[in-house]
């Protein structure tokens, strides 16, 4: 099989490597660049542990090849704490337990942080149905929502 | 498998045409990516279209809106002017799946998957929407309802493929609704569905109405009786009595765990007559 080249930008940084075709933009990220912050539950696109931003949108990077990555912006769970402050939502998530396994937890920080760009003042209804692709079997739910509204609100008074 | 990334619709209706291994077209991959993944398919070759010209906007043109076949559900969520025009097509596409998935999967892409259950294609075929197909004997364009053929089966030919669907102009009092039945309220694939549209008269009464019905036969289903029970009506209880009627007449589904073929007919009746009530409050009616 073919290897192919590819530049592309994550985190702000750009980087280069190589992939076969059929080898998805997680395993290009766990696998080639070391960056293990997105998990790999299901590989199909159910249960959001591997959620990245690709061009500002939110995907399953099990769900994006990595060579239709050439000249994208990604946006990883690795790049979301700014040195050792952590983001608001990391924090808040720490603060309040919203997590247990911690599986899930990049995922869902990175689709909560999509969420809260689009619409800072988020509804509990429309938190769960933004977060209703991201799988968690541990807390029940009830605190990552929670996590999410306490965070928004910090970051909207911020 | 080979990934390519032709530079012009002619190119890669030749590489599609000429290919003697297994295909694909990759649009927003939700579903070849899983088919791949589950070793349900194996291509030998990759077709990414998503950079050619018109495949990512969406126009306006002659009163209605041309969607390239690599939109994704989120980017046309997002459009003010689809939005108001068919709501129905948007919020069947909008069904579909997560946010995650949302932010790859498109329109074409779920119609030329083939199946009976896809959310975005019975409101695409109440909108009468037509495919623009290319080919190597060049474009032609084709009512979206006669894409589908059965169950992961499509009418495109060898080497043809779709870049854009294009949902046409409509007056004013005309809205259109989709609904489907899942056990649960998000990420589960339809057990039924019902799409309709309608066109008002200035006093309320139906003067055209589309009914289709999706998840119960094997393939998206036009029901003319059911429309004929709503033309020249307000919805009346008589007229939806007969709606759900015509509807249930035409399911033919399949008994399975996601629901039985009595379920599927029953629920299939009962949201064609819940979406015939939000397009005709949504188009201005009031009963």
């Keep these: 099989m073919k290897t192919n080249h590819i530049q592309t930008t994550i985190n702000g940084d750009v980087t280069e490597f190589l992939c076969n075709a059929d080898e998805s933009l997680l395993d290009v990220l766990r696998d080639r660049l070391g960056m293990t912050g997105a998990k790999e539950g299901c590989g199909t696109g159910d249960c959001g542990a591997c959620s990245v931003t690709l061009n500002g949108r939110l995907v399953c990077s099990c769900l994006v090849l990595g060579v239709e990555t050439e000249g994208a912006e990604i946006q990883t769970i690795e790049g979301m704490a700014n040195g050792d402050n952590l983001h608001t939502l990391q924090r808040v998530f720490l603060e309040e337990a919203a997590l247990q396994c911690g599986i899930c937890t990049p995922g869902i920080l990175i689709a909560a942080k999509s969420l809260l760009e689009k619409n800072p003042n988020p509804t509990d209804t429309e938190v769960r149905y933004w977060l209703a692709g991201n799988l968690c079997r541990c807390t029940g739910y009830d605190k990552i929502i929670k996590a999410v509204q306490t965070a928004a609100a910090e970051m909207r008074g911020a | ?287």
């Design chain 2, 1 to 287: 498998m080979r990934y390519v990334k032709p530079d012009s619709f002619e190119n890669a209706a030749q590489l599609l045409f000429d290919s003697t291994g297994i295909t694909r077209i990759l649009a927003g991959g939700t579903d070849v990516l899983v088919q791949m993944k589950a070793e349900m398919v194996e291509p030998d070759l990759l077709i990414d279209l998503k950079h050619l010209s018109g495949m990512r906007e969406i126009t306006h043109e002659n009163g209605g809106f041309r969607i390239g076949a690599a939109v994704s559900g989120a980017e046309l969520g997002e459009h003010a002017g689809v939005n108001a025009l068919w709501p129905g097509v948007v919020e069947g596409m909008e069904l579909i799946g997560s946010t995650q998935v949302q932010g790859r999967a498109t329109m074409v892409g779920n119609l030329c998957n083939g199946s009976p259950a896809a959310d975005s294609v019975p409101a695409m075929v109440t909108a009468g929407a037509i495919a623009r197909i290319h080919g190597p004997d060049g474009a032609r364009d084709i009512p979206v309802y006669e894409v589908p053929t059965g169950p992961g089966k499509t009418s495109l030919a060898r080497g043809e493929f779709i870049t854009s669907i294009y949902l046409p102009a409509r007056p004013e009092n005309a809205s259109d609704a989709y609904l489907r039945f899942i056990p649960r309220t998000e990420m589960d694939i339809a057990v039924s569905s019902a799409a309709v549209s309608l066109e008002l008269d200035s006093k309320g009464i139906c003067t055209e109405a589309k009914v289709a019905i999706g998840a119960v036969a094997p393939t998206v289903r036009l029901v003319d009786d059911a429309s004929a029970a709503l033309i020249g009506t307000s919805l009346d209880d008589d007229a939806i009595t007969k709606l759900v009627a015509a509807v249930e007449a035409a399911c033919s589904p399949i008994d399975d765990k996601r629901g039985t073929i009595a379920f599927r007919t029953k629920t299939a009746g009962v949201l064609a007559k819940r979406a015939a009530k939000i397009a005709y409050a949504r188009a201005g009616g009031t009963s």
